[in-house]
């Protein structure tokens, strides 16, 4: 498992590439061995899901007669949900990528979008624990929730951009491939999993 000072190095690549610094692709391990460890980000990810887990347990609670109980199986399947939202868009851009001829440029992607999870896990882990804290707050959480949102789509996008080079139309594409399906699958999954606030 990577550690500390690895994934620091690869987020600062990826805080170049943001910036529009090709130089940040350095910093990457694009490699095979660098694409497989790149999914030790999920591993990196679980404190901060943890308490985002913690947070929709409350919600799902929330709207349920007072004794019911949840066990572990509800986590498990929030486990089960946080890693098809993971894998199948990626998954997808893959296929989008076969389609375009990008070859190695889908590792860099991969590499790219699994570190990048780290710190957008954690901050959205934060808003999580915030609203934990403050219910009352719901409001301004909510446009922070947006704003993290549209700060994920905008890093994507400039990372994208780097790797494959100035073309709008496949950026864009490959952008909102990652996204849509994530957003649309979840309502689904949550759903079919039974972990749907009512």
């Known amino acids: 498992m990577p550690g500390l000072l690895e994934v620091k ?3 600062s690549g990826l805080l170049l590439l943001v910036h529009g610094d ?6 990457l391990d694009i490699s095979d061995r660098g694409l497989m460890r790149s999914f030790w980000a999920f591993v990196w990810c679980l404190p901060a899901m943890a308490v985002s887990w ?8 929330h709207g349920m007669p007072s004794d019911t ?8 399947r929030l486990a089960m949900l946080e890693l098809a939202n993971w894998l199948i868009p ?23 979008v699994n570190w990048l999870s ?3 896990s954690y901050a959205y882990g934060l808003l999580s624990l915030l609203l934990i804290l403050s219910p009352g707050a719901t409001g301004i959480l909510s446009l922070l929730w947006l704003f993290l949102m549209l700060t994920l789509i905008f890093s994507i996008s400039r990372i994208f951009r780097m ?12 952008t909102m491939v990652l996204i849509v399906p994530t957003m649309l699958l979840s ?3 949550e759903r079919f999993l039974g972990i749907y606030p009512g």
């Not at 790797?163 to 490959?174: D, E, K, N, R, S």
């Open 69 to 76: 109980e949840l066990g572990g199986i509800f986590f498990f």
């Open 163 to 174: 790797i494959c080079g100035p073309h709008p139309l496949m950026v864009a594409t490959l």
């Open 54 to 61: 913690f947070w929709w347990r409350m919600l799902y609670l």
């Open 118 to 120: 780290v710190p957008f």
């Open 90 to 112: 990626l998954i997808l851009i893959g296929f989008l990528a076969w389609g375009l001829s990008l070859g190695r440029k889908y590792y860099a992607m991969v590499v790219a």
């Open 187 to 189: 309502d689904t999954l």
């Open 22 to 27: 090709a130089a940040g692709l350095k910093r």
């Open 9 to 11: 190095l690869y987020l």
